[in-house]
T-cell receptor, first 113, second 118 residues
Framework: SQTIHQWPATLVQPVGSPLSLECTVEGTSNPNLYWYRQAAGRGLQLLFYSIGIDQISSEVPQNLSASRPQDRQFILSSKKLLLSDSGFYLC????????????FGNGTRLTVT | AQTVTQSQPEMSVQEAETVTLSCTYDTSESDYYLFWYKQPPSRQMILVIRQEAYKQQNATENRFSVNFQKAAKSFSLKISDSQLGDAAMYFCAYRSEPGGTSYGKLTFGQGTILTVHP
């Protein structure tokens, strides 16, 4: 069965520090991978999505970046965090079939102080 | 670009009663997929139900059913016999047919917080 792992679960970082959130998927190959951010318990904002290695699209211009070093690994990074980067970050994957639902990780709660 | 609108920021229901959550979307596509997700206080995202746009029959999953009105671009979720465990934030989501310019990514509504009263 497929599983998705996301870590860390909680992170407190000072303004200006770097960020690295990691997500890995097991049990499937060539998944579509996504990073979402949820602020203040409201809607999910799509940050990045990737349909394959070296194929990453950014949805919102910001100081965050994403990389996909391996087929089932997706990393969200920042060189210098801003206060506005605080939020709940969710990694997710789905397959190419249209009705393939998104499978989410447990999320990372990031607080920038 | 597709947009998804959930016009009810909050809803409440008595235990054992029925509640309907609204969702509308804007698209020019004919083939797409719709989903409802539930996010309880644990913040884990859980798939509730899904609907293929080419299917006229409304999807059902136990106590959960949808009213899919393609022409009206409406996709409401009905929860029957509400239980305390149904209390959560509910998100409606739209997915284009994969292979198009949007690569099949999901667009989410802003969510509806459902409170269940005992």
């Amino acid at each position: 069965s497929q599983t998705i792992h996301q870590w860390p679960a909680t992170l407190v970082q000072p303004v200006g520090s770097p960020l690295s959130l990691e997500c890995t998927v097991e049990g499937t190959s060539n998944p579509n991978l996504y990073w979402y951010r949820q602020a203040a318990g409201r809607g999910l904002q799509l940050l990045f999505y990737s349909i394959g290695i070296d194929q990453i699209s950014s949805e919102v211009p910001q100081n965050l970046s994403a990389s996909r070093p391996q087929d089932r690994q997706f990393i969200l990074s920042s060189k210098k965090l801003l206060l506005s980067d605080s939020g709940f970050y969710l990694c997710a994957w789905n397959g190419d079939s249209g009705n393939s639902p998104l499978h989410f990780g447990n999320g990372t709660r990031l607080t920038v102080t | 670009a597709q947009t998804v609108t959930q016009s009810q920021p909050e809803m409440s229901v008595q235990e054992a009663e029925t509640v309907t959550l609204s969702c509308t979307y804007d698209t020019s596509e004919s083939d797409y997929y719709l989903f409802w997700y539930k996010q309880p206080p644990s913040r884990q995202m859980i798939l509730v139900i899904r609907q293929e746009a080419y299917k006229q029959q409304n999807a059902t999953e136990n106590r959960f059913s949808v009213n899919f009105q393609k022409a009206a671009k409406s996709f409401s979720l009905k929860i029957s016999d509400s239980q305390l465990g149904d209390a959560a934030m509910y998100f409606c989501a739209y997915r284009s047919e994969p292979g198009g310019t949007s690569y099949g990514k999901l667009t989410f509504g802003q969510g509806t917080i459902l409170t269940v009263h005992p």
